[in-house]
């Protein structure tokens, strides 16, 4: 790219799951696009390369993925967290639970509004 024989860099991540990219800011690689293509089934690469050249998807995307997971709000809410001693039907312990403190403002909700 610095000798001019690459305009830009765009990196497609072909992965089902989220993958953390804050290497995508460091100026030193050059990345002018992220893509997340996921699984592509049988006719996905054919939307890929009209994406890559130009053609836009116009749409939303039903997931919202994080540059870091560090921004996503439920990072703070999502723990060890236990209650001591607590047992469910069957003598089963169960002494891991959740906090949800996000209410409606979780995935792209809380996105939109809070960018």
């Known amino acids: 790219k610095d ?10 991540l072909n992965s ?6 804050d ?3 460091n100026a030193e690689y050059g990345i002018d696009a992220v893509l997340w293509v996921g699984e592509g089934g049988a006719t996905g690469t054919r ?6 050249t ?12 994080w540059v870091e997971h560090y921004f996503n709000p ?3 809410n999502f723990g060890e967290f236990a209650n001591a001693g607590e047992t469910v039907p ?3 312990k169960s ?5 949800y403190q996000e209410g409606i403002y979780n995935g792209y909700r809380y996105t939109e509004t809070r960018y």
């Open 90 to 92: 069957g003598g089963i």
């Open 47 to 52: 939307g890929i390369g009209k994406i890559l």
């Open 23 to 25: 290497y995508v800011d």
């Open 16 to 21: 089902v799951n989220q993958v953390q990219c």
């Open 74 to 76: 439920v990072y703070a």
């Open 95 to 99: 002494t891991k639970y959740l906090v």
């Open 3 to 12: 000798s001019g024989k690459i305009k830009k860099i765009v990196i497609l």
């Open 54 to 65: 130009g053609v836009s998807p116009s749409g939303k995307l039903t997931d919202t993925y």
